[in-house]
């Protein structure tokens, strides 16, 4: 909930969404014609998401940890395999690593860029090593190329966790188009969204096949394609799925999220801009410029503060944030400081160095496209104020 403020200036949220009059709307119409389940609003979704991305095959399901779990699901990973991944990432990425009953592997990132190195990567490979799953963190994306000779080289299947990256490309091939099958999150503060749900793009034939069956069951066709055709069909089960279907209800928001993809970007990227700008003078580290080839997603604006450059911790400095009305996040406290990875797999902080010293000090900013200028400005106003003055002129003269 917000905390009640002292004037009239409304408490801004982290990661709010915008749902416009045609999404309600569309949601309306799905209540109302009685086919809220999956149908034909899910395939028209497929079909935008499809085209935007420039990909074969976009499954919709209903998340993206469902997304992952069932591209390592429909690849064969399974137990005694090894899947290369970062610690700097939510927990949804291990867990559907440790769901396929497979082994995850941590290897840390960068301290500048946050995300996985491909020489780290290389270093990890074993003769167990299946996949790797590289996480666009904050938008922005992986070396593709790099990774893509890594896991040519080696025989290795690459999903990326594109959870953030709906929008980012790599040398100009899109997020999405690259390795064998690309995960999207449409959760509440992802750059688009359903609500929850997610989405597998891939252009192999045989994994959209198996994608799909799983999603729902194992069925060979679908509540919709059983029904909406010429008469009844019967469906076979051919392998025990999961319950990871999209529905209809959550493809009409998506169907009026996604017009609005580009221009939410650009509207991200200047707030970024105006960020950059504006603390430009303060001890706080700002996100590494990407490569000029590459398109940011924007998706997060992470700052880090360090105790001893700032004058106050992350956490204070969250606090102080908090008490003016701005909301932030983590992203992320690494996987491999959460008790239960770190007691079943023995990982010690050591271990990822830059993963720990990001998790200590990361804290993102509220980056959302409706933010009206105003409310970029308070954020600025706050950042400022929180830190202490005698950091600050030590930034400045820095
Ligand atoms: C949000 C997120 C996920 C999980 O997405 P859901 O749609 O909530 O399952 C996975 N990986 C990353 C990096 C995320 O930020």
Not at 94 to 111: E, F, K, Y
Not at 284 to 301: E, F, I, M, Q, T
Not at 359 to 374: C, D, G, N, Y
């Amino acid at each position: 909930m917000s905390p009640s403020r002292g004037g009239s200036e409304a408490y801004i949220v982290f990661g709010a969404p915008r749902i416009s009059e045609s999404a309600i709307a569309e949601v309306v119409d799905s209540l109302r014609s009685g086919w809220i389940g999956t149908g034909p609003k899910v395939a028209r979704f497929e079909e935008m998401l499809a085209e935007y991305l420039g990909v074969k095959h976009a499954v919709a399901v209903n998340s993206c940890t469902a997304a992952l779990h069932l591209s390592l699901v429909a690849h064969g990973l399974g137990p005694g395999d090894e899947v290369i991944t970062t610690p700097m990432t939510f927990p949804a990425t291990i867990n559907s690593i440790l769901h396929c009953g497979a082994t995850p592997v941590l290897v840390d990132c960068a301290r500048d860029t946050r995300i996985i190195e491909p020489t780290a990567i290389e270093r990890a490979i074993t003769r167990r090593t299946r996949a790797i799953v590289p996480v666009h963190l904050a938008g922005q994306p992986c070396d593709m190329d790099a990774i893509e000779r890594i896991a040519a080289r080696h025989g290795l299947i690459l999903i990326d966790d594109a959870a953030h990256a709906l929008e980012a490309a790599w040398k100009g091939r899109k997020i999405g188009t690259v390795g064998n099958a690309s995960c999207f999150s449409f959760y509440v503060t992802k750059n688009i969204t359903t609500g929850e749900g997610g989405l597998v793009a891939t252009d192999d034939d045989g994994v959209a096949r198996r994608v799909r069956a799983y999603s729902l069951h194992g069925l060979s066709h679908g509540a919709w394609q059983r029904y909406s055709a010429k008469g009844p069909v019967a469906y076979d089960v051919t392998v025990p799925g999961y319950k990871y279907n999209m529905t209809d209800v959550q493809a009409a928001i998506g169907i009026h999220q996604l017009p609005f993809v580009a221009e939410w970007l650009s509207r991200r990227a200047a707030i970024w801009a105006r960020y950059d700008a504006a603390f430009e003078s303060l001890p706080v580290g700002k996100p590494n410029p990407p490569p000029a080839h590459s398109v940011h997603a924007r998706h997060l604006y992470s700052l880090t503060v360090d105790e001893e450059k700032c004058g106050i911790g992350r956490d204070a400095f969250r606090q102080g944030l908090h008490e003016r009305g701005i909301g932030s996040g983590v992203h992320y406290t690494g996987v491999h400081l959460h008790t239960y990875y770190r007691e079943r797999f023995g990982w010690k902080p050591a271990d990822f160095p830059n993963a720990t010293w990001l998790s200590e000090r990361t804290v993102s900013l509220p980056l959302s496209p409706h933010l009206t200028k105003a409310e970029v400005e308070r954020v600025i106003a706050a950042v400022r104020d929180v830190v202490p003055a005698g950091a600050k002129a030590a930034g400045a003269t820095a």
